[in-house]
C-alpha cells in the first residue's frame, strides 16, 4: 500500500464526531468474510493493513507504530474480456454451423454469453483491490486512498455501517467552514485578469486558491512563515490544467516545455481561466515535498515525501506519516492564509489589482 512506501495518493477526510473507544472492534464486526466464501457477487469489508486477507482485526493489527491502518477491501471474479469475447465466438461458430446459419440472432447470442459467463466464472481467481486508510489518535483527519466518487461513497458508506457514523471529504467549501466558520454561500466571483469582470469568471475557491498559490511564488517571492512552524517555500509547476466555466474552449492543459512562463498560459490568464490542477512544491529547509493538486477536491496525486533514514519499517512508517502530516498541515495553513486574504473587502481589493498587474506583466516566451 502506497502509505508504507513510495508516492502517495489520497485524500483527507474529517471524522464527523470522534472515534469511540470500542471502534477497533465495531470495525472487526465488519471485517471481510473469508475469501475462500467469494461466489458470483462481489465480497467486500474491512481487512488490517498488513495484507489484503487480514480479516483478524484485533488492537494489535488494527495499529502500526501508532497509527490506526485498515484497508476496504472488495474482492470478485472477472472473466477477461478477450477471454469472455474468443470463448463466445467459438461457440457462436459451432452454432452457426449446426444450424447452416450465416449469423446469429441478438437473443441467441445473449444466451451464449450467459452460459458462457455461468461456466467460467466461477473458475476465475479472485480479483482483490483495497483502499487504505490511516489515522492518528486524537485526530479528527483520516488519509484515504479513496479519491474517486464511487471511492468516497464506499467509504463513508463502509465507515457508517461499522461506526454509525460517516467520514466529511475535505474539499476547499469545507475547510473554510470548519476551520475558519467561513459559509462559502458568502463567496463571491473574483476575476485574475484585468480584461475580464468578476461577474463572467467562475466561483471556485480552489480555482482561485491555486491560482492565487501561482501569483504567491511569482510576485511575492514564494515564502511563507506558517503557524505550525518554519519558513515554507511554494512553487507552481506544470502541468496546468486551466478551466474557466462559459462559452468557448473552457479548459486547457499545458504539458510539455515549460508550461508556466508559455505564451498559452499567459493567454489564458487574459481570458479569464484559472488554474485547476498543477504540481505543487513545498520546501522547509532541505525537505521537499512535490504533489500534483487537484484544486476542486483537495485530491492530491503522486505525493512525493522528503527523503527519510534507512529505518526499519515501523520506524521509516511513522517516519513518512509524520512528514506526510507536516506537509497537510502546512497546506491547510496556506489555504487559511489565501481564505483570510480573500475574505477581507479591502486586503483583496488591492491583491486583485497586484494580481492584474502580474498578468499583464507576465513574461511569457513560445
Known sequence: MSFESGSITFRMYYL?????TDHVEQFARRAAPPITTLGDTPLRGW?????LLDTNITRDTAFYAGYLRLAMLKAERKIPASLLKAECRMEELVRMQADNRAELDRKTRTEIRKEIEARLLPTMPPLLKGMAMVHQPDSDVI?????SDVQMEALEASFREALGFGVIPVSPQYA????????????TPTSFSPDCDDESVGNSPGQDFLTWLWFYSEARGGMMKLPSGGDFAIMIEGPLTFVMEGQGAHEIVLRRGSPAISTEAKIALISGKKLRKAKLLLARGQDTWTVSL???SFTFRGLKLPDGEKLEPISRFQ?????????????LEIFDRFMKERTDEKVWKKTSADIHRWVSERTAKK
Open 16 to 20: 464527523s464526531r470522534k472515534l469511540p
Open 319 to 331: 517516519e513518512r506519516m509524520t512528514s506526510m502530516t507536516t506537509f497537510t498541515t502546512a497546506f
Open 294 to 296: 487537484d484544486a476542486e
Open 47 to 51: 481487512v488490517t493493513g498488513r495484507h
Open 176 to 187: 473554510a467552514a470548519r476551520r475558519l466558520k467561513y459559509d462559502i454561500r458568502d463567496y
Open 143 to 147: 488519509f484515504s486512498e479513496a479519491t
